[in-house]
C-alpha cells in the first residue's frame, strides 16, 4: 500500500497502534523511509524563526516515536507467541523483520535451552577453583551437594555463590 506521508497520516496510524493494543497496524510500504524522507523535507523548509512550523515538526517526531515504541513492544510480544505457538504476526515492515526474527530466535534459543533445562532439574551454575587456607568442616552449597571437610591447601571446585562467600571470609583463594 504506497500511500503520500503526511501528518494526518502519520496521527492516523499512530491512533490505530494505540486502540489495538495486541496487533500491528498495517503501514504503508517502506513507511519508515518515507517518514524519514518527510521529515527531511519538513525540515529543510522550517525556518528557525517560524514556530509554527517547529512545533509541527516537533509534534510529527513525537507521534513517529510513539508509533515505533508501541510496535517495537507489540513486535517483541508476538516473538514470545511465535517462539511459543510458532503463530507468526501480521503486518510486519520491511524495517521490522530482521528485529523480529532475531528476537524470535533468541526467545527460541533460550526456551530451548533454559527452559529444558529447568524442567529436567539440570541447572548448570558457574563455578570456581579454590585452594583452601585453613580447614574447614564439611558444608551444603547452593546446589544442595555437600563439599568437604576440606585441609588447608586443598584444591576443589565449588559454585560461585558459596565461593563467594568463602572468599569473603578469608578461607579460600581463588586459583586457575
Known amino acids: 500500500m504506497e500511500e503520500t506521508i503526511t501528518f494526518e497520516l502519520i496521527r492516523k496510524i499512530q491512533v490505530e497502534?494505540?486502540?489495538?493494543?495486541?496487533?500491528?497496524?498495517?503501514?504503508?510500504?517502506?513507511?519508515?523511509?518515507a517518514v524519514s524522507?518527510?521529515?527531511?523535507?519538513?525540515?529543510?523548509?522550517?525556518?528557525?524563526?517560524?514556530?509554527k512550523s517547529i512545533l509541527e515538526m516537533k509534534s510529527i517526531e513525537r507521534l513517529v516515536e510513539d508509533i515505533f515504541n508501541r510496535r517495537e513492544r507489540k513486535?517483541?510480544?508476538?516473538a514470545i507467541i511465535t517462539a511459543r505457538s510458532g503463530l507468526p504476526?501480521?503486518?510486519?515492515?520491511?524495517?521490522?523483520?530482521p528485529f523480529y526474527s532475531s528476537i524470535?530466535?533468541?526467545?527460541?534459543?533460550?526456551r530451548a535451552?533454559?527452559?529444558?533445562?529447568?524442567?529436567?532439574?539440570?541447572i548448570e551454575r558457574p563455578s570456581m577453583k579454590v585452594a583452601f587456607k585453613e580447614d574447614i568442616t564439611a558444608f551444603v552449597g547452593i546446589d544442595e551437594k555437600t563439599y568437604g571437610p576440606f585441609k588447608k591447601g586443598d584444591t576443589t571446585v565449588l559454585p560461585e555463590e558459596n565461593t563467594r562467600i568463602?572468599?569473603?571470609?578469608g578461607v579460600v583463594e581463588e586459583t586457575k
Do not use: A
Open 113 to 122: 535451552d533454559l527452559l529444558k533445562t529447568i524442567l529436567t532439574g539440570k
Open 17 to 33: 497502534e494505540q486502540k489495538d493494543t495486541g496487533k500491528l497496524t498495517r503501514l504503508p510500504t517502506n513507511f519508515f523511509n
Open 166 to 169: 568463602l572468599l569473603e571470609r
Open 75 to 78: 513486535i517483541i510480544n508476538s
Open 37 to 51: 524522507s518527510y521529515l527531511e523535507q519538513k525540515r529543510n523548509l522550517v525556518s528557525t524563526d517560524d514556530r
Open 89 to 97: 504476526p501480521e503486518n510486519l515492515s520491511e524495517e521490522e523483520k
Open 104 to 110: 524470535t530466535s533468541f526467545i527460541k534459543n533460550r
